[in-house]
């Protein structure tokens, strides 16, 4: 599945990589890879690959769950998909809590105890999907853990949610992407390895060299 999906990915350019000209994330991080998986909603083949795998990988590790909760706003339309597929309840969770109204942080309607699958387009590490986590435990909800569709497989991410007591799995990762990009003529040989060492510490630029 990891292999399909990379090819997915790459070939509707979900997954952009530029080793030679690096994106700038908005920490000020010099990144080789940019992850944009609100396209895949824009191809409806490619969709209905991806949600049909969230939706096997969420029966293969989570068959008790109850409740699909999308992370904003990318998590959204595909837990919207995916509870449809699994006949579930289906809610959100904002980044903070809205300042009008009921003021809300989560939308639906979770009981306490009530087994939850969150939803993710993308883990780097793992600090917004806890942000997500968080409001639903409050609310006792029992998170049984994470898929999402991509993630980079960084270090403190894995740190992160271990700390947290979460569990993930994701349906590709950058180690499976670096390998079919190489394949696939997307990137250089040797610039597999740099994807790799950016991967292993961001914050280290030395990759580029």
């Given amino acids: 599945m990891k292999t399909d999906i990379a090819k997915l990915l790459l070939r509707i350019k979900a997954v952009f990589l530029r080793p030679e000209e690096p994106f ?48 904003a706003t990318a998590g959204i339309a595909h837990a919207a998909l995916v509870a449809e597929r699994l006949k579930l309840p289906m809610g959100y969770v904002r980044g903070s809590a809205k300042d009008h109204g009921r003021k809300n942080q989560i939308e639906g309607r979770i009981s306490r105890g009530q087994k939850v ?12 999907v806890i942000e997500c986590v968080r409001p639903l435990r409050e609310v006792g909800a029992d998170v049984l853990g994470i898929v ?24 590709c990762d ?36």
Avoid: Q
Avoid at 117 to 128: A, N
Avoid at 160 to 171: D, I, P, Q, V
């Fill in 24 to 71: 700038t994330w908005a920490s000020g991080i010099k990144s080789p890879i940019y992850c944009d998986n609100r396209l895949i909603l824009s191809y409806p083949e490619e969709r209905e690959v991806v949600e049909n795998a969230i939706t096997e990988t969420v029966k293969t590790f989570y068959p008790d769950a109850e409740f699909i909760a999308g992370t």
């Fill in 117 to 128: 699958v969150v939803i993710e387009d993308l883990i780097s590490t793992g600090e917004s």
């Fill in 148 to 171: 999402s569709i991509f993630t980079y497989g960084m270090k403190k991410s894995v740190e992160n949610l271990a700390a947290e007591n979460l569990e993930s799995h994701s349906l």
């Fill in 174 to 209: 950058l180690d499976t992407l670096a390998k079919i990009a190489v394949d696939e003529g997307y990137i250089k040989p040797e610039d597999e390895s740099k994807l790799l060492k950016f991967r292993d510490n961001p914050a280290d630029e030395s990759w580029r060299i």
